[in-house]
């Protein structure tokens, strides 16, 4: 019997442990799965993916236009969205104010017009634009923007400030290619992927390279001269104006255009000189020593930027040398442009920073996303092999400069009518409240000869005028009188005149006359 009730006994904590590891089980599970990282999903519709751009200049022409690109594209149209909903406001601003001039002119007491729902639906299309169409989605991405303004120091301490931040991808335009190297490798260190932009910082690990083709752009600069040799008696003599030393963008268009030249008896290159940062006054100054040198025997000018092909065409302008010396820049920026339609510039090498813009906003997200992007070609740079996007150039001429007018009067169009909406939401204001309180004043004086209230605070004086010939008449005025004058066609009355009225006033009870 005992032995019956020890085997019941142990049967029942086997099932009790029994039930106790089943009860177990998916808290010990969980418990498991908590130890180990999660995945976070990609490209998931709320995530916010930050980015950042270093501009070395964002003053520059080409980088207003990436600038403005990108913008267009991040959230899915938030740029879009947001200067609808400025221009909803200042509609809803204007109205308000033309509200506020006619309760004005209407003499009542002027209560400051809000725009009330028609403002908070602004403010929620904004939000909601701003969300970058997550809703839809769209990837929600966040820009940083950082401006250099031509100072490597202020480059490093910007990608020093971004260390601490949560950004996940950084598109570097290099003030200074030496200290390319270093930025890099302090990103690299931070996690943070790097696209470098035009210039390849050298034996550097960034992760993409975005660039113009550069032996296309030498080879088409190399391609004008060698047409304009054609039927020319004596070889063009040629000046190349290069950019900084360390820039690899524009050493690998020097070496193109001699390349291409190479063997050409039509074209004789007399001098090929780099210029730190590509400097345009130090190679306006570059080209006018070789003028002097040659007793202005120099026939062609080309340069790897614009800005120091536009500093060249100005020299020559002013020399009266422009018809007979040609120019080729590159980069096709808004003042070489000007230049070049004003017919006082040969020939720029477009190198369309809007697609530019188009790829490198493509390296970032999908590199900060996912940690890799689509490449389409692969450059050496030291021990490293970098993705690389080879984007396409042209050659724009004279005959051809309307395709870069179409290009930069967009530009100021859109820079206008910022500018103008500006102007005419401050003006308009301005007007409405000057407008508003001439309005109320004279309101305010309506109301005062109609009711006798508003403008002299109830008080009233009763005028008696005695003439010479005995007749008096009063005259009830609302308000006090300070000042009574006559005006005698017939003369000599005047004074006696005001001495009558100044008794009359002292006698009626009102103030002396001044």
């Not at 980088?63 to 879009?80: C, D, L, P, V, Y």
């Not at 065409?313 to 040609?326: C, H, P, Q, T, Y």
């Not at 009574?484 to 009870?509: H, L, R, Y």
Request: aromatic share 2%; glycine share 12%; hydrophobic share 30%.
């Amino acid at each position: 019997m005992g032995l019956k009730v020890l085997n019941e006994t142990s049967k029942v904590h086997a099932l009790i442990l029994l039930l106790i590891i089943i009860i177990s089980i998916p808290f010990l599970c969980g418990c498991a799965r908590k130890t180990q990282p999660q995945r976070k999903p990609v490209n998931s519709g709320g995530q916010e993916i930050k980015i950042a751009v270093s501009f070395a200049d964002m003053e520059r022409d080409g980088n207003q236009i990436i600038k403005n690109t990108m913008s267009a594209r991040q959230g899915g149209g938030q740029e879009q969205g947001q200067q609808n909903g400025q221009q909803d406001e200042q509609q809803n601003q204007q109205q308000g104010g033309q509200q506020s001039g006619q309760g004005q002119q209407a003499g009542q007491d002027v209560v400051p017009v809000q725009t009330g729902q028609n403002g908070e639906q602004n403010r929620q299309g904004q939000q909601s634009t701003q969300q970058g169409g997550a809703q839809s989605g769209q990837q929600k991405v966040n820009i940083t923007w950082l401006d250099a303004k031509n100072d490597p120091a202020q480059q490093e301490k910007d990608i020093d400030q971004l260390l601490s931040q949560d950004v996940k991808a950084v598109i570097l335009q290099l003030v200074d290619p030496a200290a390319g190297s270093r930025i890099v490798r302090r990103l690299a260190q931070a996690n943070i992927k790097v696209i470098a932009l035009e210039t390849l910082p050298v034996d550097a690990p960034v992760d993409g390279y975005i660039t113009t083709d550069h032996d296309r752009t030498g080879e088409l600069q190399a391609r004008y001269l060698l047409s304009a040799a054609q039927g020319r008696a004596a070889p063009l003599k040629t000046v190349i104006l290069q950019g900084d030393k360390n820039d690899r963008v524009s050493s690998d268009i020097a070496a193109a255009i001699l390349q291409y030249l190479k063997g050409q008896s039509g074209v004789q290159v007399v001098l090929v000189k780099d210029h730190p940062r590509g400097d345009p006054q130090m190679a306006a100054s570059t080209l006018e020593q070789a003028l002097a040198s040659t007793s202005n025997g120099i026939d062609a000018v080309v340069a790897t930027d614009s800005r120091m092909v536009a500093a060249a065409a100005d020299l020559l302008k002013n020399r009266g040398l422009s018809e007979r010396v040609i120019t080729i820049g590159v980069g096709a920026d808004q003042k070489s442009s000007q230049v070049l339609a004003a017919g006082d510039h040969d020939a720029e090498v477009d190198v369309m920073p809007e697609l530019i813009a188009q790829y490198a906003y493509d390296a970032a997200v999908s590199l900060a996303a996912t940690g890799y992007w689509q490449n389409d070609s692969r450059v050496r740079n030291g021990d490293f092999d970098v993705p690389a996007k080879i984007t396409p150039v042209r050659l724009i001429t004279r005959s051809e400069a309307y395709l870069l007018d179409q290009r930069w009067s967009q530009i100021q169009g859109q820079n206008q009518s910022q500018e103008n909406n500006q102007q005419d939401g401050q003006q308009s204001g301005q007007q409405n409240s000057q407008q508003g309180g001439q309005n109320n004043q004279s309101g305010g004086q309506n109301q005062g000869s109609g009711n006798g209230s508003a403008g002299s605070n109830g008080k009233k004086t009763t005028l008696k005028v005695t003439t010479q010939d005995g007749k008096t008449v009063e005259v009830q005025i609302n308000g006090e009188i300070k000042k009574i004058e006559t005006i005698d066609d017939g003369g000599g009355a005047g004074d006696k005149a005001g001495s009558a009225g100044q008794e009359n006033g002292q006698g009626s009870g009102g103030q002396d006359s001044s």
